[in-house]
């Protein structure tokens, strides 16, 4: 586990994991990154799947994932996630710059995923910084759709089980509807699984053709 001071005076922790490099003479082909935000719960599920053997086979990247530590503590500021404590969005972008600067990271290929209180961080964090992510993967998320037009240029792939009962469904279809009437490009992707519940992330992040479409997208 890694930390960083922000600029705030706040410290973020974050688990990173790098892919071994191979000895040659050549320089290494830049790498992309995948910054995987944790629910409520702590789980990062996404963060597991990438950092698997033949995943990284696969799909070789850097995996971020921070740590939201003190309890009632957000991602973004937002309105689905009000409470007394705070959003970490500034040591969380000072951690990300950090990482980008220090390993062997493709700039044009940053990627963001998220559950549930994840999802509502990715959804947040595309609408405060849409120009740093090539491609967005909210997970039974919600967002005001008032902000759709800022998330113009991100590729978005938004997945959400319908029969939620912790997050309404209804947050990724209004999302989904908004950002459409917009007209933001490319045109963000949907998937609806019928029958699943809160726990969307684990039929979600097991799609091959998810990660094979997120590793093709450039800024």
């Given at each position: 586990?890694?930390?960083?001071?922000?600029?705030?005076?706040?410290?973020?922790?974050?688990?990173?994991?790098?892919?071994?490099?191979?000895?040659?003479?050549?320089?290494?082909?830049?790498?992309?990154?995948?910054?995987?935000?944790?629910?409520?719960?702590?789980?990062?599920?996404?963060?597991?799947?990438?950092?698997?053997?033949?995943?990284?086979?696969?799909?070789?990247?850097?995996?971020?994932?921070?740590?939201?530590?003190?309890?009632?503590?957000?991602?973004?500021?937002?309105?689905?996630?009000?409470?007394?404590?705070?959003?970490?969005?500034?040591?969380?972008?000072?951690?990300?710059?950090?990482?980008?600067?220090?390993?062997?990271?493709?700039?044009?290929?940053?990627?963001?995923?998220?559950?549930?209180?994840?999802?509502?961080?990715?959804?947040?964090?595309?609408?405060?910084?849409?120009?740093?992510?090539?491609?967005?993967?909210?997970?039974?998320?919600?967002?005001?759709?008032?902000?759709?037009a800022k998330m113009?240029?991100?590729?978005?792939?938004?997945?959400?089980?319908?029969?939620?009962?912790?997050?309404?469904?209804?947050?990724?279809?209004?999302?989904?509807?908004?950002?459409?009437?917009?007209?933001?490009?490319?045109?963000?992707?949907?998937?609806?699984?019928?029958?699943?519940?809160?726990?969307?992330?684990?039929?979600?992040?097991?799609?091959?053709?998810l990660w094979d479409?997120?590793?093709?997208?450039?800024?």
């Amino acid at each position: 586990m890694r930390e960083l001071k922000g600029s705030n005076g706040h410290t973020l922790r974050y688990s990173l994991f790098v892919p071994a490099t191979k000895n040659s003479d050549k320089p290494a082909a830049k790498l992309p990154l995948v910054h995987c935000l944790h629910g409520a719960g702590g789980g990062t599920a996404a963060a597991n799947v990438l950092a698997a053997p033949e995943m990284q086979k696969k799909h070789p990247c850097v995996v971020m994932a921070p740590a939201c530590d003190i309890k009632g503590n957000r991602w973004v500021e937002s309105t689905f996630r009000a409470g007394k404590n705070r959003a970490v969005t500034p040591e969380l972008i000072e951690a990300l710059d950090a990482v980008v600067k220090e390993q062997n990271v493709d700039p044009a290929r940053i990627y963001l995923t998220g559950q549930s209180m994840g999802g509502v961080g990715t959804w947040g964090l595309i609408a405060e910084h849409a120009d740093r992510f090539a491609a967005a993967v909210p997970v039974c998320g919600v967002w005001s759709p008032d902000d759709a037009a800022k998330m113009n240029g991100v590729a978005i792939w938004a997945f959400h089980g319908d029969k939620d009962p912790t997050v309404p469904v209804s947050g990724s279809r209004d999302m989904i509807a908004a950002l459409k009437k917009s007209g933001v490009s490319p045109e963000p992707k949907y998937s609806e699984l019928a029958g699943v519940g809160h726990g969307s992330w684990g039929p979600a992040y097991a799609k091959a053709e998810l990660w094979d479409w997120l590793f093709a997208q450039r800024r």
